[in-house]
């Protein structure tokens, strides 16, 4: 009696290895989705508008930062809430796809030293229901991050209770 070759075997471990390389996508997909999340719990940020005010509340990150999603002149960005920082800063990369023009050179005092930026200035600036224009900024050459310091946060009120900061703007 002759037996046939089992033309299945290869069909059968290519399902194998087709359903584990599958299996190792999506478990990649949502770790990196969750690792996303705990970098930037505001992805989404909306806010509440009444009467006097627009508020919005940001939740701190596992690493203790406040980062969140903005829009800076119209563009989506990740931002860090900064209140060491004097001006809002722009990595240069970024500076150029927003189309900023670079203004006059300074010395500003960084964590790691004394650095050259630029002074520029945004048309806007908004996260979730606060919207502000015409904000000073500086290009920083040296960095990868958007600091969203105080020539933002200064026109606005803002309360940390807990692992939320919030953030008010009033109206004039």
Not at 45 to 58: K, T
């Amino acid at each position: 009696m002759e037996q046939k070759p089992n033309s299945s075997r290869p069909i059968g471990k290519t399902m194998v290895i087709l359903a584990w390389i599958l299996l190792l996508v999506f478990l990649s997909l949502f770790f990196n989705k969750l690792l996303n999340e705990q970098h930037n719990p505001n992805q989404h940020v909306g806010g509440a508008i009444s009467g006097n005010y627009n508020e919005i509340i940001l939740e701190r990150n596992h690493y203790g930062h406040y980062v969140a999603t903005a829009q800076i002149n119209n563009h989506d960005v990740e931002v860090m809430v900064d209140t060491g920082a004097t001006t809002v800063s722009i990595p240069e990369k970024l500076a150029k796809q927003l189309g900023l023009k670079r203004g006059p050179a300074i010395q500003i005092e960084t964590a790691n030293g004394v650095i050259t930026a630029y002074v520029t200035r945004l048309n806007n600036v908004q996260m979730g229901t606060i919207k502000l224009t015409g904000v000073p900024a500086n290009i920083n050459p040296y960095s990868n991050d958007i600091l969203l310091g105080m020539s933002f946060l200064k026109q606005l009120e803002f309360t940390q209770r807990g692992k939320q900061l919030t953030l008010r703007q009033y109206h004039n």
